[in-house]
């Protein structure tokens, strides 16, 4: 695979990997079938943004309104976290997950990574949101935060408190929404769009995305 070079890269890609079960249907296959197919482009997408010198990548595992769907989708995209984090094991990366720990919706082999935990020279921060939702999140800063009374002190309390701002986010799947991912640290970012579905992730679609962005007026409001 060729490597390209921008002029200009994002430090930190937030990823929304979205048509799994689309994908899965057109296929023939059970919804629930998706899911798993997603594991190769993530492992993919992490090896490429280390080599182009990305400094952190977050994953949009899944939500509390995900939750909601069957139960045989539901304990599929469980499956599909965890394997994930399996599969960074023997690699260099800084590993967190976000996610309510107190529901039974969150997998219990991830407990041990609600705090950050290096893999390997942990080159590349990855957070993982598995069994996130925004009003949760906020709502822990209201609860936790020393003092809503100073902005600074309320995002504090932010559950994703240790996740950094986004400059991109990229979703796949054609949809052209944030769906709840992360509204605070993404208050700046830039959103791309690819109309694929997730588990057709080319090398090309980063690319895309990234030759887009050194495009964009990056100003932060000033």
Same mark, same amino acid.
């Given at each position: 695979?060729?490597?390209?070079?921008? =002029?200009? *890269?994002?430090?930190?890609?937030?990823?929304?990997?979205?048509?799994?079960?689309?994908?899965?249907?057109?296929?023939?296959? &059970?919804?629930?079938?998706?899911?798993?197919?997603?594991?190769?482009?993530?492992?993919?997408?992490?090896?490429?943004?280390?080599?182009? !010198?990305?400094?952190?990548?977050?994953?949009?595992? /899944?939500?509390?309104?995900?939750?909601?769907?069957?139960? *045989?989708?539901?304990? &599929? $995209?469980?499956?599909?976290? *965890?394997?994930?984090?399996?599969? @960074? &094991?023997?690699?260099? &990366?800084?590993?967190?997950?976000?996610?309510? #720990? =107190?529901?039974?919706? /969150?997998?219990?082999?991830?407990?041990?990574?609600?705090?950050?935990?290096? $893999?390997?020279? !942990?080159?590349?921060?990855?957070? $993982?949101? *598995?069994?996130? !939702?925004?009003?949760?999140?906020?709502?822990?800063?209201?609860? #936790?935060?020393?003092?809503?009374?100073?902005?600074?002190?309320?995002?504090?309390?932010?559950?994703?408190?240790?996740?950094?701002?986004?400059?991109?986010?990229?979703?796949?799947?054609?949809?052209?929404? @944030?769906?709840?991912?992360?509204?605070?640290?993404?208050?700046?970012?830039?959103? $791309?769009?690819?109309?694929?579905?997730?588990?057709?992730?080319?090398?090309?679609?980063?690319?895309?995305? @990234?030759?887009?962005?050194?495009?964009?007026?990056?100003?932060?409001? !000033?």
């Amino acid at each position: 695979m060729e490597k390209r070079k921008f =002029s200009r *890269v994002p430090k930190h890609i937030g990823v929304i990997p979205d048509g799994n079960r689309r994908w899965a249907v057109d296929r023939g296959l &059970a919804r629930e079938e998706g899911y798993d197919r997603g594991l190769d482009p993530g492992l993919m997408l992490y090896e490429m943004c280390l080599e182009l !010198g990305i400094d952190e990548l977050t994953f949009y595992g /899944f939500t509390q309104d995900n939750t909601k769907r069957p139960s *045989v989708q539901r304990k &599929a $995209f469980q499956k599909a976290c *965890v394997d994930a984090v399996k599969l @960074l &094991a023997d690699r260099d &990366a800084s590993l967190l997950v976000i996610g309510d #720990t =107190s529901s039974p919706m /969150f997998p219990r082999e991830l407990l041990p990574f609600t705090k950050r935990y290096h $893999f390997g020279r !942990g080159l590349l921060k990855i957070n $993982f949101l *598995v069994n996130y !939702g925004w009003k949760w999140d906020l709502k822990h800063a209201f609860e #936790t935060g020393p003092s809503t009374e100073n902005v600074g002190n309320f995002l504090d309390g932010l559950a994703s408190r240790d996740i950094s701002r986004i400059d991109l986010i990229i979703r796949w799947g054609a949809r052209r929404r @944030l769906s709840g991912f992360l509204p605070v640290q993404s208050i700046y970012a830039d959103m $791309f769009v690819i109309d694929d579905m997730w588990p057709d992730f080319q090398p090309e679609h980063l690319y895309q995305a @990234l030759k887009w962005y050194e495009t964009q007026d990056i100003t932060l409001g !000033g």
